[in-house]
């Protein structure tokens, strides 16, 4: 491969969350708002007007970009905070802890991005939930790292071929925005189905 | 949800806050929430003030131009979707391939199955008149469609089915004030025809608004792709429509008598037929109406208006040719 593209941060989420819907957003470009992705954009909205402050001892730096050369990220980070030389960063989400594991993945992503452009290690990152107005510790772990890259290299190459993944049904099509665009039951729908004579 | 249709010459198209609001003669006549509108047609001359085309357009909502008489000049719409895949599939299948004919062969069916539809249902309704023949000549039109692997072929057996079932379409009209004869295009010179004529019009702005919605370029199509220039795609999705929506319109509108011969006008020197104004409004309305009727989507297996199924047919066109079913199914209703 030459010349990869760096890929957007907020991608690797939608891909943890369905890969197909991933295609569909940043291959086929195809995006649909419904009720949920509406509350996260004005969520978002709010929070993403540059700025810094302080909070007690800690700086605050709202909504600047990240890059990271090393694995070819770039993004936008929500928040990230500063605490007796330590940094970290915070992601809003909308909705309750643990209705998707794909948040960490995406707080992992940014640590990787915070970690080249500091040169500092990032051990702690935090998911702010409207929903619940509370923080998550999200821990930095090996383990969450390696999952990330992995995900970051299934990106790449979704984003390098345009190979479309199958849409397959599961519980998360109830919230998805692209279900009418991506009918998960049609084929079978289809297979089944016996044109009157 | 929906389409609206503009009528009034001269009416002027604005925009109040997130509503279109048509004036004429300084008062409105229609005011309606844009987050309803689905598309927006314009019969004759009105003005569209440049708010509206922004508006319509971020809100990819097509804006269709016609004639008074229904026939087609244009659309203004945002640019095709970004979705290269369905093209590629689309244009990948071009021509006699497999998937071609596959396609073919259900539009071509769809149609000439929901027109034997119609003749049977009517058959079924009255003893008095005998329609036996032409139901045989479609039933010799359909049975060979799955085994013909040629669109040539296809085509002949298409032109046979309907040449059958508008053979016989008189026998559907329940108003002795209107006959018809035959098929008779550009310009329909009566009654009968140039409902028909206006009917397909209106079908084929939907349609392709379907098409493009879903990413297909309209112009290369499988059935139809003998003239360029034409929205050939839109015509053979059309196919299985026609008689479902249109011909069912057409029928209905005249057997509860809902239009009289003065609600139409005849050209001097060419003859051609036209609705006057008035019943133009009333056409529009029952099309209107017909594609916010629900029934039970054969394949998915719930509701949906026809409206909603000229989508859903496109978007299992564009699965079949991106190769994620195993089958294109035509809509076709008991």
């Known amino acids: ?197 | 949800m929906g389409t609206v249709y503009i009528s009034q010459e001269d009416a002027f198209i604005g925009k109040i806050d997130e509503r279109l609001s048509v004036k004429f003669d300084k008062k409105i006549i229609l005011d309606v929430p844009l987050i309803k509108i689905e598309g927006v047609v314009v019969l004759g001359r009105a003005t569209v003030s440049p708010a509206v085309i922004s508006e319509l357009l971020e809100r990819s909502i097509p804006l269709t131009f016609l004639t008074e008489n229904g026939r087609y000049l244009g659309r203004i719409e945002p640019e095709v979707t970004k979705n290269i895949f369905v093209r590629k599939a689309q244009w990948q299948a071009a021509g006699e391939s497999p998937q071609a004919i596959h396609v073919v062969q259900g539009f071509v069916r769809g149609k000439l199955k929901n027109y034997r539809q119609i003749l049977t249902r009517r058959q079924r309704e009255s003893s008095d008149i005998d329609l036996s023949k032409k139901i045989t000549q479609l039933e010799q039109a359909i049975a060979p469609i799955d085994t013909t692997h040629n669109i040539n072929s296809l085509r002949g057996l298409e032109g046979a089915g309907s040449a059958a079932y508008f053979g016989c379409f008189n026998q559907l009209i329940r108003n002795a004030e209107f006959q018809f004869s035959h098929r008779l295009r550009r310009p329909p010179t009566d009654p009968v025809n140039s409902l028909l004529s206006f009917g397909y019009s209106l079908l084929r702005h939907d349609v392709q608004g379907a098409i493009n919605i879903v990413g297909f370029d309209p112009y290369l199509g499988y059935l139809h792709c003998d003239r360029y220039g034409r929205p050939s795609l839109a015509l053979d999705l059309m196919e299985e429509f026609r008689p479902l929506v249109v011909d069912a319109v057409v029928l209905s509108t005249l057997n509860k008598q809902l239009l009289t011969p003065a609600d139409f006008i005849t050209e001097p020197l060419s003859g051609a037929v036209s609705l006057t104004p008035e019943g133009r409004k009333t056409f529009l309305r029952l099309y209107a109406q017909k594609k916010q009727s629900e029934f039970k989507h054969p394949v998915m297996g719930r509701k949906c208006t026809y409206q909603e199924a000229f989508e859903l047919q496109a978007r299992l066109l564009a699965k079949y040719l991106m190769g994620e079913t195993e089958k294109y199914p035509p809509l076709v209703l008991k």
């Open chain 1, 1 to 197: 491969m030459n010349e990869i593209e760096y890929i957007p941060i907020a991608a690797l989420n939608q891909y943890a969350y369905c890969s197909h819907r991933c295609w569909r957003m940043f291959c086929a470009g195809e995006f649909v708002d419904n009720q949920y992705t509406i509350e996260g954009t004005t969520l978002h909205d709010r929070v993403h007007t540059v700025g810094e402050g302080q909070r007690e001892e800690t700086w605050q730096i709202r909504a600047i970009w990240l890059k990271s050369d090393k694995y070819k990220l770039i993004g936008k980070a929500d928040l990230i905070e500063l605490e007796n030389g330590e940094c970290y960063p915070i992601e809003y989400k909308r909705g309750r802890k643990g209705e998707w594991d794909n948040d960490e993945l995406q707080v992992c992503a940014q640590a990787l991005c915070l970690e080249e452009m500091t040169g500092k290690s990032i051990n702690t990152g935090y998911i702010y939930y409207a929903h619940s107005h509370q923080r998550q510790l999200v821990e930095i772990s090996e383990e969450l790292r390696q999952s990330a890259i992995a995900t970051i290299e299934a990106v790449q190459m979704l984003l390098f071929t345009g190979a479309m993944p199958k849409a397959i049904k599961t519980k998360r099509c109830d919230g998805c925005s692209l279900y009418p665009q991506c009918l998960p039951q049609s084929a079978d729908k289809v297979k089944r189905y016996q044109e009157a004579a």
